[in-house]
């Protein structure tokens, strides 16, 4: 059987004991999937979603609100990741995404828009040396050229710029089930200066050894502490890196 054949079997084995009651059975079979060599490299949003159900079922809301999150990272208007995020949200008492930004989402894909966006402007770009070079100078053929130039590269910048991926490499959630307090300084015995919910999305501003110094929220409700980095498990795992811009 081929590696592609295989880890489709596997992959319906691990659907199959979801829907049968047995999340833990599933939970597995999608750990072991997203860890081997074919998905850790390009990633699942299906796959993750349905690990994130699973841990839900398991009674880790926490955990599963990670594993939506990283769906979303891959698809950032995959609806069912969306869907069950927001539902996971609300049963660990935090806010929702902004429904207006699933929606965009859904339409425009920033994946989509950051290389497409690429390829019609470098295409642009070489018709346009072309006209000027070769080509009849028209004004009409020069415009359009420059238009399409502009609006490739522009495209491409926008879809970086609503990323989700963009600045994940900094961020983490915090997957403990009891959610941790934040310390004054990076040790046990410090001061206790807040507590994160579990599910919470921090971002790690600094390390020292076993401890992050971490922010979370922002305006007024923002806290900034010390938690132990066994504490949160960082969002963004290999598979979803952002894709290059031409």
Known sequence: ???????????????????????????????????????????????WCNRGLAEEKTGDPAAASLSFRRALLLDPGFVPAQQQLAVVLTTLGLPAPSARMSRLFTMLSPEVMILGGAVIG??????????LVRGPRRR???????????????????????????G?????????????????????SATGIGNLAPGT?????SQNGAWWYVSSGSGKAAQ??????????PLLPPSCALPSRG
Do not use: C
Not at 23 to 43: C, H, K, N
Not at 122 to 131: G, Y
């Open 1 to 47: 059987m081929s590696a592609g054949g295989e880890a489709a079997a596997k992959a319906a084995a691990a659907n199959a004991s979801l829907l049968s009651g047995h999340p833990i059975d599933a939970l597995a079979g999608y750990t072991q999937l997203l860890e081997s060599p074919q998905f850790a490299r390009v990633g699942s949003p299906e796959l």
């Open 168 to 188: 994940a490499e900094h961020q983490a959630v915090v997957t403990a089930k009891k959610g941790p307090a934040l310390r004054s300084t990076p040790a046990d």
């Open 122 to 131: 470098w295409i642009s770009l070489f018709l346009l040396v072309v006209l």
């Open 201 to 205: 999305v921090i971002t790690i501003l």
């Open 224 to 233: 900034q502490g010390w938690i132990l980095s066994e504490l949160a498990t």
């Open 140 to 166: 009409g053929y020069l415009v359009s050229a420059l238009l399409a130039l502009i609006l490739g590269h522009g495209a491409s910048l926008v879809g970086s710029l609503i990323d989700p991926r963009r």
